[in-house]
């Protein structure tokens, strides 16, 4: 493509396996040396968020933690922010997020987003108004992918493999779904130990993905009828849920673009 890019022009796009899944970036920007280096800069701190967090990798520094080789005040600035951030994300959920379930530290539920935020906000200090970071299906849009459009994110129906339950819609805006469809009943409800069961899926929008991803996890174990009564207690967030006997519920702040049901 062109380096000469000008708004309107299809946005570039690169993806990048990191994770245990693939982030992928679009950009409707001009391919500029500051560009490329502000792609560079959010895929390198992905791969740095996945060297330190990662639970598959021995030497990471979540993996000492579990293992009780290091504590707390031992680890570097990021993860004791991510901690800090593990524990404000148990107060706002009421507990149904706790990165201590099983007695050791997990903070895999919060990571993604804050790390895929973190890379939106790299490219929007560089000048990348209109960008989209998807990660693994939990994204992160602002501005537009053309001059007279918004970001479109497919929300997967579980009851329905291949089909679609919802067609997001903004300029910014973030959009994180927890559910059963790929891994199964794998959220463990911190308060009972067992398989949070009751939702297929619950996907979260609002105006930042580290808090959507950690809040469509605490919708999965809080379940529908709780979720959708403490969803409407924080501003700018909105919900969409499907129960496991099908019934598919929307917040009513909720941004469809599209609704197959």
Partial sequence: ????????????????????????????????PEMRAALGEAVA???EVDREFSPFLPDSAVSRLRRGESGRADTAPAVRRVLELCDLAHSRTRGAFDAWADGRPDPCGLVKGWAAERAWQVLRKAGATDACVNAGGD?????????????????????RPGRLLAVVGGRDLAVATSGTTERGAHIIDPRTRAPATEL??????GPELLWADVYATAAMVLGAREAHRWITTL???????VAADGEARASGNFPFLASSG
């Fill in 1 to 32: 493509m062109d380096d000469r890019t000008e708004a309107g022009a299809v946005p570039w796009r690169h993806a990048e396996p990191v994770m245990g899944t693939v982030v992928s970036f679009t950009l409707r920007h001009p391919r500029t």
């Fill in 45 to 47: 701190l992905l791969h």
């Fill in 139 to 159: 994204v992160r849009v602002g501005g537009a992918p053309g001059p007279a459009g918004v970001w479109r994110t497919g929300i997967a129906d579980p009851r």
């Fill in 200 to 205: 297929l899926s619950a996907t979260v929008t």
């Fill in 235 to 241: 501003p700018g967030y909105a919900l969409l849920t």
